[in-house]
């Protein structure tokens, strides 16, 4: 198996695709001869042509909205924009046209299509090149958010919100694109959407998280573990629809439970986690719910590393609920 | 639809009527494009020796940043994209701040909030833009509307690049200032590339310029390298918008001689024939040989402006390097007027972990493009 970065990872899934199904389509600004700003998108245009990976007008709305009507018509695109925070412009052809138009249609017209984007902060972006809007996304019926945190589910992931019918939102996380390396199968794999995957086994805390968080909850549990306690780590990977069972099970098992996010707390995504515990498994609880998160303020820039939360903050809750 | 508008052709030889300036002010033109040029040179060299996070270049379009500033009064609106610092400078905002907010520190107005590039000076009316494509081009609008409701005598002059033509903010803004009859210039600054995207994938109209007739207004396509051709014709547009006749659309077409940014690799998509092309029409150069040929400088005025400027940029980079980062209470600071409870309580809690746990390490992420 090749040892890939996150990044590769996704570029191995979308020469992958390409290569299986032809109406696999993918376009963005500067995803073409650059291969994309973080190059995500090396080397498509020229394996595949312009006609399968191309550049477009610097357009959200025109991208997202494109995609759409492309996907009504029997391609299967996959598109791109460049930073999640330039994403709000397209936000109208998201949650009004691709999340609802098979609903409006009774079925009749779909738009299986996804909507690749790096999100989250570490790389000294300030505020308009750091942002985890997942909360934005989450709470729209009909649109799946799908966040790898591995090089592998990377692969995986992508190829099955690209098979999905639905329309799918890939969060890439990109502190993680170069830092992060791990085994990749070759060819064709998915994972299942909606799964959760158990990053690591413990008894006593469970931590929940996703992408970028969740190399930061290992190691905090990792140190957790040097002091005697046994954390049970789990990447959602699927925000939406939510293996709500798996996340259910997972809080059970412990009775103590923290959930960590780049994104600010309020009404953040670990609002829903900890009211699913609080409405289907209150009575499993040996200590309220903890969430570690960024401030409910928008991303810093000098200050990126106070703002995000990191193993101190993730431990410091890790043991404060253990010791409840 | 005019073609190209030009006064000083590429070798500076006067081929139109020279704007009415005093020779002072046509100096004065060529010291701010020297300083656009020594700033770029200066930040890049901080850039490499990790000292600054970011640079986005205006090498080759100081002509039309010039240019386009200098007919503005002081009380006129400057609205802008990632460009302009340059400009800005030509209108007040001060060196020190300039390069205070390349370094996001203690004296940076915008307390070290934005990435490096993102320059703002209240005092001479140039607000805080966002890295969001186009979305000035809207407030700046608005903005204008609020002038001429008041009946201020004020222009808002509007700067974007070839990109922000496709975005919705263009669309929404020209359309706008047609229907209101706004007194706003909209400057776009074609620099040919996108980053990777060219200006002949970015539209198919021959100039962005055609695009002013669809919203009722007049467009202009400018040699943007032709400090003097960008400063006539501004002048129409701005006395045009100051007079009640509203807004225009001028193109400065322009090129931007290196990467998108200090970490973009230009030549994975474009020629070096066709950057060779424009060093050809080097702004600087041009202006240089007409001020020559006019007596207003000789020919080692150049070299001796080039060196009094960057020494007056170290002076005050070697003032900015020992300037501390804003504390951490700013973390929670500006969010709204008053910082609410919420944030109170979720700071005091990061200090107890920080007093529990030692203070958060800084890492080493960097910025991609």
Redesign the interface.
């Known amino acids: 198996m090749a040892i890939l970065t996150l990044l590769q990872a996704v570029n191995d899934a979308l020469h992958t695709k390409m290569r299986d199904d032809e109406r696999v389509t993918v376009f963005g600004e500067d995803v073409g001869p650059k291969g994309g700003v973080f190059l995500a998108t090396e080397g498509l245009t020229r394996e595949f042509g312009e006609r399968r990976c191309f550049d477009t007008p610097l357009s959200e709305d025109g991208i997202v909205g494109a995609a759409v009507g492309m996907a009504v018509n029997g391609l299967l695109p996959v598109c791109e924009i460049q930073f999640q925070d330039f994403i709000f412009p397209a936000f109208d052809q998201i949650v009004s046209e691709a999340a609802k138009l098979r609903y409006r249609s009774g079925g009749q017209y779909t738009a299986p299509m996804v909507i690749r984007t790096p999100y989250g902060g570490g790389i000294r972006g300030g505020l308009y090149h750091s942002q985890s809007g997942e909360a934005y996304f989450a709470h729209t019926p009909g649109l799946k958010v799908v966040i790898p945190s591995t090089p592998h589910d990377a692969k995986g992931l992508l190829i099955a919100a690209i098979e999905d019918p639905d329309p799918v939102l890939f969060l890439e996380p990109k502190a993680l694109y170069r830092s992060l390396k791990g085994e990749v199968p070759e060819g064709s794999y998915t994972v299942d959407l909606s799964t959760v995957r158990t990053a690591r086994e413990g008894s006593d805390v469970t931590v929940f998280c996703y992408g970028a968080m969740v190399p930061v909850c290992e190691k905090a549990a990792a140190t957790a573990a040097e002091g005697g306690i046994e954390t049970h780590v789990v990447d959602l990977r699927t925000l939406l629809p939510l293996d709500e069972e798996a996340v259910l099970d997972a809080a059970k098992r412990t009775g103590r439970v923290v959930v960590v996010h780049e994104a600010p707390r309020f009404c953040g995504y670990g609002a829903e986690i900890s009211a699913l515990i609080a409405e289907n498994a209150i009575e499993y609880m040996e200590a309220p719910v903890r969430r570690v998160t960024g401030f409910d303020t928008p991303f810093p820039n000098t200050l990126e590393h106070h703002y995000m939360p990191d193993e101190r903050r993730v431990l410091d809750a890790i043991e404060g609920v253990a010791s409840f | 639809m005019t073609g190209l508008q030009q006064i000083l052709n590429k070798e500076g030889v006067l081929v139109g009527e020279a704007p009415d300036l005093s020779d002072e002010q046509f100096v004065e033109l060529l010291r701010n494009m020297i300083m656009i040029r020594s700033l770029d040179g200066r930040m890049l060299k901080l850039q490499r020796a990790g000292r600054v ?2 640079v986005g270049t205006a090498t080759g379009l100081e002509a039309s940043l010039v240019g386009a500033a200098a007919p503005l009064l002081p009380k006129d609106w400057m609205w802008s994209g990632l460009r302009e610092g340059g400009a800005a400078i030509t209108r007040g905002l001060p060196l020190f701040e300039y390069v205070a907010q390349m370094y ?1 520190n203690s004296n940076d107005s915008a307390k ?4 490096c590039n ?1 320059f703002q000076h209240k005092g001479s009316n140039y607000p805080s833009w ?5 979305t000035q081009i809207t407030h700046g609008v608005g903005a204008a509307y609020a002038s001429a409701r008041r009946g201020e005598d004020v222009v808002h002059s509007i700067h974007f690049g070839d ?2 033509t ?3 903010g263009f669309h929404s803004g020209l359309n706008l200032a047609g229907v209101w009859k706004a007194p706003c210039v909209f400057v776009c600054i074609d620099n040919g590339w ?4 060219s200006s002949a ?3 198919a109209a021959e100039s962005y310029a055609d695009k002013a007739q669809a919203y009722g207004m007049p467009g202009v396509t400018v040699d943007g390298n032709d400090v003097l051709a960008v400063y006539a014709e501004m002048q129409t547009a701005v006395e045009r918008a100051r007079a009640g006749g509203g807004p225009s659309l001028v193109v400065l077409k322009t090129y931007r001689m290196l990467g998108h940014s200090s970490s973009d690799d230009p030549s ?2 474009r020629d070096d024939a066709e950057v060779q092309s424009w060093a050809e029409r080097d702004p600087l150069k041009r202006y240089e040989a007409f001020l020559i040929e006019r007596g207003l400088i000789d020919s080692s005025e150049c070299a001796a402006q080039e060196k009094a400027i960057v020494a007056e940029i170290d002076e005050v980079i070697h003032e900015q390097e020992a300037a501390p ?2 504390p ?1 209470r ?3 600071e500006d ?1 709204y007027s008053e910082v609410p409870r ?2 109170r309580v ?2 005091n809690q ?1 200090l107890e ?2 007093e ?3 203070d ?4 080493d ?5």
């Open positions: 996070g970011f996001c070290g909030r934005q990435m993102h966002s890295s969001v494509i186009g990109g922000a496709s975005s919705n996108a980053i990777s995207v994938q970015q539209t994975k998509y980062p804003f951490l700013s973390l929670v969010v919420h944030l979720q700071f990061f972990v920080a529990r746990r030692g958060a390490t800084r890492g992420g960097a910025f991609p493009l």
